[in-house]
C-alpha cells in the first residue's frame, strides 16, 4: 500500500508540478494576446451578454439545454469543494500571497476557458440519441483531423477515470465529513455506529449519507443532459447566493482586518514574509504554485471538462457561448474564491485578535473556515453553514462530473455502452463515502491534471480557428 501511495503521490506532483503550471498559464497567456485581450477589452460586453441575459427566456430543442443551463451546470463542477477546502489550503501552505497569485491565473484563465467552450460549440457533434455532445475529445478529432485521435482517446480515458476521483468519492466523502463535522459541534458523534460493509467496518452514517446522495445523482443522471440543466440552473444560484451572502456577513464582521488582510496579501504574493508580519516564511515559489494550482483546480480552466457542459447549449455562435466562459471564471475564482480568502483570513485575525495561535505551514481545511465564520456566527451556527455550503457544493460537482465522465465514456465505447458507465458511477458513490482516504484524493488531483495536458495541446494548436471566430464575431456586431 506504502508503495501505491508513493506512485500516486509522484504522479500528481507531476502532474501540478512547474511545467504544468507553466504550460497551463502559458496558454492562457498565449491565447489573450492571439484575441486581443477579449477578458480586459470586451468584460463588459461578456457580462452584458452572459449574466445580463441570463434570465430572458430561451428556448431549447431536443438534446439541448439552453444557455444559462450550459454554463450553472459548467459552474456546478467548478463551484465546488476547491472553492472552500482548496482556497484555505492554499493559503496555509503558500501564505496569503497565494491569494494574489490564483487572480493572476484566473485572469488568464478567462480566455482559456472561453476559448475551450467556443471550440466546443464549433465541433461538436449529435449522438446516436439526438444530444449535442463536445468537448476537447470533439475538437481534437474533428478540428484536427483523425490522425490525431489518439490523443482525443488519451483525454477521454483520463477524464473518465477522473471523473470517479475529482467527481465522485472525493466529494460524497466531502459530504459525509462536513455533515459529520456539523453534528460533532452539537456534541454527538455521527461515526460511532459502524456496520461491516465490504469486508470492513464503516460509520453506519457515513453509509447512509452515500446511499441518499447515490439515490439522487442517480435521479438525475438517469433523466439525461437536459434534466441535469434543470437542477443545476435552479441550485448553482441558490448555492452561491447563500455562500456569498454568509462571506460576505464575516467580512463585514471582521471589516476592521480588510487592511490587514490585503497587506498579507500583496506583500506576501512577492516576499518570503507569509504572513502576520513574517511570522513564518514561505518560499516564493511555493506561494505562486500553491496559487496558481487552486486557482485551475477550482475553475477548471485549462483541464477540458467544461466544454463538454458548454457543448449541449442551445446557442449555435461559439463566441457568444464563449463569453460565459470568460463570466464562469469570473464568478468562480475573482468572486467565490476572493470571498473565501477574504472571509477566511478577517475571521481568523477577528477570531484569534490578529492571528496569535494559529497554525501555520500545514495544510488545514474546512475547519479553519468554521473558525472563520464563528467570528460572526459563533461555533455551531458557522458549522451549520459551512457543512450546508460545501455539501450543496460537493453534490453540484458529482451531477457536472457524472456527466463528463458519461461523455468521455461515450466517445470511447458509444452512446448505448454509457448506461453501464451511469450505473456503475452511482454505485461508487455509495462506496466513496465509506472510504475516506487522502490517497483517493490524491489520485483524483493527478487524473484531473493529466486532463489538461491533451487540452492544452489542442488548444495551441487550434488557437488561429478561435481568433478567427473572435475576429468575425465582433466585425458582424459592429456591422449590425
Not at 500516486?8 to 492562457?28: E, K, Q, R, S, Y
Not at 471538462?305 to 455562435?317: K, L, R, V
Request: proline share 2%; charged share 10%.
Amino acid at each position: 500500500m506504502k508503495v501505491l501511495e508513493d506512485i500516486i503521490t509522484a504522479l500528481d506532483d507531476f502532474a501540478w508540478g512547474p511545467w504544468m503550471l507553466i504550460l497551463l498559464v502559458g496558454t492562457g497567456i498565449f491565447v489573450t494576446a492571439r484575441n486581443g485581450f477579449i477578458q480586459f477589452g470586451h468584460l463588459g460586453y461578456a457580462l452584458k451578454n452572459t449574466i445580463g441575459k441570463m434570465f430572458h427566456k430561451h428556448q431549447a430543442g431536443e438534446g439541448e439545454v439552453t444557455p444559462f443551463q450550459a454554463v450553472t451546470t459548467a459552474l456546478a463542477a467548478t463551484v465546488g469543494t476547491g472553492n472552500i477546502v482548496g482556497v484555505t489550503g492554499a493559503i496555509f501552505i503558500g501564505g496569503p500571497g497565494a491569494v494574489f497569485w490564483l487572480w493572476i491565473s484566473a485572469l488568464f484563465g478567462m480566455c482559456t476557458k472561453y476559448a475551450e467552450v467556443a471550440l466546443a460549440v464549433k465541433y461538436r457533434e449529435r449522438n446516436a440519441q439526438g444530444d449535442w455532445v463536445g468537448g476537447p475529445m470533439y475538437y481534437i478529432t474533428n478540428g484536427l483531423g483523425k490522425g490525431w485521435k489518439w490523443l482525443a482517446v488519451i483525454f477521454a480515458i483520463f477524464g473518465c477515470l477522473a471523473s470517479f476521483g475529482i467527481g465522485n468519492t472525493t466529494q460524497v466523502d466531502s459530504i459525509a465529513t462536513a455533515i459529520s463535522n456539523m453534528i460533532s459541534s452539537f456534541g454527538a458523534d455521527l461515526d460511532a455506529n459502524t456496520i461491516l460493509f465490504l469486508g470492513q467496518q464503516v460509520a453506519l452514517s457515513r453509509l447512509i449519507i452515500g446511499i441518499i446522495v447515490a439515490i439522487i445523482v442517480g435521479l438525475v443522471l438517469l433523466g439525461g443532459i437536459k434534466r441535469i440543466g434543470k437542477v443545476t440552473e435552479k441550485l448553482v444560484p441558490f448555492m452561491a447566493v447563500l455562500y456569498i451572502l454568509a462571506a460576505l456577513i464575516v467580512i463585514f464582521g471582521n471589516i476592521n482586518w480588510i487592511g490587514e488582510v490585503f497587506r498579507m496579501i500583496f506583500v506576501g504574493a512577492f516576499t518570503a514574509e507569509g504572513a502576520l508580519g513574517g511570522a513564518f516564511g514561505i518560499a516564493f515559489m511555493t506561494t505562486v504554485q500553491k496559487g496558481i494550482a487552486r486557482g485551475v483546480f477550482s475553475n477548471e480552466a485549462g483541464l477540458g471538462s467544461a466544454p463538454m457542459a458548454h457543448a449541449a447549449s442551445s446557442e449555435s455562435d461559439p463566441v457568444k457561448q464563449g463569453l460565459y466562459g470568460i463570466f464562469e471564471v469570473f464568478m468562480d475564482s475573482i468572486v467565490i474564491c476572493t470571498l473565501t480568502a477574504l472571509a477566511l483570513l478577517c475571521g481568523l485575525l477577528g477570531v484569534t485578535g490578529g492571528g496569535a495561535g494559529i497554525e501555520w505551514g500545514v495544510n488545514h481545511g474546512s475547519e479553519m473556515m468554521v473558525t472563520a465564520f464563528s467570528s460572526i456566527f459563533g461555533g455551531q451556527v458557522g458549522s451549520i453553514v459551512i457543512a450546508v455550503c460545501l455539501s450543496l457544493f460537493a453534490l453540484s460537482t458529482i451531477m457536472s462530473w457524472s456527466l463528463y465522465g458519461t461523455r468521455c465514456f461515450e466517445y470511447l465505447f458509444g452512446t448505448k455502452a454509457s448506461i453501464g458507465y451511469k450505473i456503475v458511477f452511482i454505485i461508487v458513490l455509495i462506496i466513496g463515502s465509506t472510504l475516506g482516504l487522502d490517497i483517493v484524493w490524491t489520485l483524483g488531483d493527478a487524473l484531473n491534471g493529466l486532463m489538461a495536458l491533451p487540452n492544452l495541446v489542442a488548444l495551441l494548436a487550434l488557437s488561429g480557428v478561435v481568433v478567427k471566430l473572435t475576429k468575425d464575431h465582433f466585425k458582424k456586431d459592429r456591422l449590425n
